[in-house]
């Protein structure tokens, strides 16, 4: 069994970045990140090979090892081109501005064709609405709303949210993790 070393960043502030066997990050949105458990487990059933490590270290009696910040799959993992459904990333493609007035506060959702006449909760009818915007729509149809929208709500590429990701980075990124994210863009002139 792995004891914690007593030192003080927890535990939980330690995911490992989990990076595709080419040494891209296999998810961006949401980033790839697995907790240490995870981490350490892939690494012994070598899985994964470690590219990166915290200072933070776990122990056991007749063991030591920093826990990896950055690891690599063995085995190439085809990735998806389309990113998964969540709130985040329909705020992401929305560039986190109500699309009806362009307000970037107070922020929630609408639902183009609302869920009391049979709207459902997808990429194309779903668009990021300000708190005043959404109450103003209330429960009418796009259509019958006399409001416009800036850009018609679509299914994104994992593209499309990368040109809108480098203006919203995630909250937490270590350092050890900067090699492999972005590098993409920062290549362009
Ligand atoms: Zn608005």
């Not at 961006?28 to 899985?47: H, M, N």
């Amino acid at each position: 069994m792995i004891i914690p070393a007593s030192e003080r960043v927890p535990l939980e502030k330690c995911p490992a970045l989990v990076l595709n066997a080419d040494f891209r990050p296999l998810n961006y949105y949401p980033l790839s990140l697995w907790c240490w458990q995870d981490a350490v487990k892939s690494v012994f059933l070598d899985r994964v090979s470690i590219v990166s490590n915290y200072e933070r270290k776990i122990r056991s009696p007749s063991f030591e090892m920093k826990l990896p910040s950055v690891i690599a799959l063995k085995n190439f993992i085809k990735p998806s081109e389309h990113p998964s459904f969540t709130r985040f990333n329909v705020f992401l493609r929305d560039k986190f501005t109500c699309q009806y007035c362009g307000e970037k506060k107070d922020l929630t959702f609408d639902h183009l064709l609302p869920k009391s006449k049979g709207g459902v909760t997808d990429w194309e009818n779903v668009v990021t609405a300000c708190s005043t915007c959404n109450v103003k729509k209330g429960g009418r149809l796009y259509s019958a709303s006399g409001m416009y929208l800036h850009q018609k709500p679509f299914r994104p590429t994992v593209d499309d949210l990368h040109q809108n990701g480098r203006n919203f980075p995630p909250n937490f990124l270590h350092e050890s993790w900067m090699d492999y994210l972005y590098w993409d863009v920062e290549l362009l002139p």
